[in-house]
């Protein structure tokens, strides 16, 4: 069975300082892989998505990801931090072809002046 | 492009009543997902729809929980009776096409169901 596992409850960053999020999955074959974001009582939004071709993902509000399948992860990243950025982070990862999405426990995301 | 709906935003009630939530999908999507997440965790699938028709349904418990998508549009999620482990954010998400594998879900606000 596929599974995700977001090493990190809980992250500090100061505002302006880079940012990494770990993402580890598992699963037989290249999977789907993305990064969600919830913000305080919303909904999920898509950051970025991974399905074939360059293993760095460009997404929205200017995070990227990295598909490295000899680690089997999918890191996120942004260069600098905004205070808006404060949320809670999902990696996920699907099966090629059939969507059965299997989410990450998240990464909460705090960001400091 | 208006978003997915759903229903109500807030629910509490007692163990062992029940209780219904509604999802509208995005126009023209023909994959709905219901999502359950209790707070501290990510979400779970419970059910995803073709159209009218089930995916998956293994992750939902089938002895309180029912769904359905009866004309492949909207959708309903029914807990009959419900217990205090059910209290979580219920995640409703559509997608294009999901079968045809490059698809992308879009979620909608969620409903956050109390039960005391």
């Known amino acids: 069975a596929q599974s995700v596992t977001q090493p990190d409850i809980h992250i500090t960053v100061s505002e302006g300082a880079s940012l990494e999020l770990r993402c580890n999955y598992s699963y037989g074959a290249t999977p789907y892989l993305f990064w969600y974001v919830q913000s305080p009582g919303q909904g999920l939004q898509l950051l970025l998505k991974?399905?074939?071709?360059?293993?760095l993902v460009q997404g929205i509000k200017g995070f990227e990801a990295e598909f490295k399948r000899s680690q089997s992860s999918f890191n996120l990243r942004k260069p600098s931090v905004h205070w808006s950025d404060a949320a809670e982070y999902f990696c996920a990862v699907a099966r090629r072809g059939y969507q059965k999405v299997t989410f990450g426990t998240g990464t909460k995301l705090q960001v400091i002046p | 492009e208006a978003g997915v709906a759903q229903s109500p935003r807030y629910k509490i009630i007692e163990k062992r009543q029940s209780v219904a939530f509604w999802c509208n999908p995005i126009?023209?999507?023909?994959?709905l997902y219901w999502y359950q997440q209790i707070l501290g965790q990510g979400p779970k699938l419970l059910i995803q729809?073709?159209?009218?028709?089930?995916?998956?349904d293994s992750q939902l418990p089938k002895d309180r929980f029912s769904a359905e998508r009866l004309k492949g549009v909207d959708s309903t999620l029914k807990i009959q009776p419900a217990k205090l482990e059910d209290s979580a954010v219920y995640l409703c998400?559509?997608?294009?096409?999901?079968?045809?594998?490059?698809?992308?879900?879009?979620f909608g606000p969620g409903t956050r169901l109390t039960v005391l």
């Open positions: 998400a559509s997608s294009l096409d999901a079968l045809a594998g490059t698809d992308t879900q879009y």
């Open positions: 126009s023209g999507h023909a994959t």
């Open positions: 991974y399905f074939s071709g360059d293993t």
């Open positions: 729809f073709q159209n009218n028709g089930v995916v998956d």
